[in-house]
């Protein structure tokens, strides 16, 4: 069965600093992952997928996240972090129904 | 186009009531899924509807209980709630099933109490 696990549960950085947010997954088959952001009292955004093409994912508002199947990681980056950028950041995989498994989440926030 | 809404944004229950919530998908969007967040955690599937049908499910009781309309609008029924159902309610519509070459599109959500 699929999984997916989130290291760090808060991450702290400065305004202007690398944001790096850790994705693990388990998976018995190539995997479909996305990175969502979820802003205070609202649904989630998804930033970014792999769909098995290039394995350096572009997204939006500059995140980016590069699948490495030896490591089986999928973890986000974006070189200069941003006030807006504070919010929850999920990592999902897609198992073989079409439904997303989701990790626990990891809570950025930006120093000014 | 408008995007996912859901309705209420709010509500309070009491245990062993039952509860609707209500989905508008986004517009030409035939697949709804719901999901449960609980405090702290990530969203947890529940189901999801293709066409009028369920389309999967996910580890949910079956006092968890769906509906898809002819428009697409969807609905998510508890039974008997207990203070565990206590979350925020997610539902997300694809242009199809898979959601991996159509994005799902999430709705702001339900925040559910029960006491």
């Known amino acids: 069965a699929q999984s997916v696990t989130q290291l760090g549960s808060h991450v702290s950085v400065s305004e202007g600093a690398l944001v790096l947010l850790r994705c693990n997954y388990s998976s018995s088959v190539p995997p479909y992952l996305f990175w969502y952001v979820q802003y205070p009292n609202q649904g989630l955004q998804l930033l970014l997928k792999y769909t098995s093409a290039a394995t350096l994912v572009k997204g939006i508002n500059g995140f980016e996240a590069e699948f490495k199947k030896s490591e089986t990681s999928f973890h986000l980056t974006k070189p200069s972090a941003h006030m807006s950028d504070a919010a929850e950041y999920f990592c999902?995989?897609?198992?073989?129904?079409?439904?997303?498994?989701f990790g626990s989440g990891t809570r950025l926030l930006v120093r000014p | 186009e408008t995007g996912v809404t859901q309705s209420p944004t709010h509500l309070i229950k009491t245990r062993g009531q039952q509860v609707t919530l209500r989905c508008s998908s986004q517009?030409?969007?035939?697949?709804v899924s719901w999901y449960q967040q609980a405090l702290g955690q990530g969203p947890q599937f529940i189901f999801q509807?293709?066409?009028?049908?369920?389309?999967g499910r996910g580890n949910f009781p079956p006092r968890f209980s769906g509906l898809q309309f002819p428009n697409y609008s969807s609905e998510l029924n508890v039974n008997a709630l207990e203070l565990d159902d206590s979350a925020l309610y997610l539902c997300a519509s694809s242009l199809d099933r898979s959601g991996v070459m159509y994005e799902q599109y999430f709705g702001p959500g339900t925040r559910l109490t029960v006491t």
């Open positions: 999902a995989v897609m198992d073989s129904s079409y439904k997303l498994i």
């Open positions: 517009s030409g969007h035939n697949t």
């Open positions: 509807y293709y066409r009028e049908e369920e389309n």
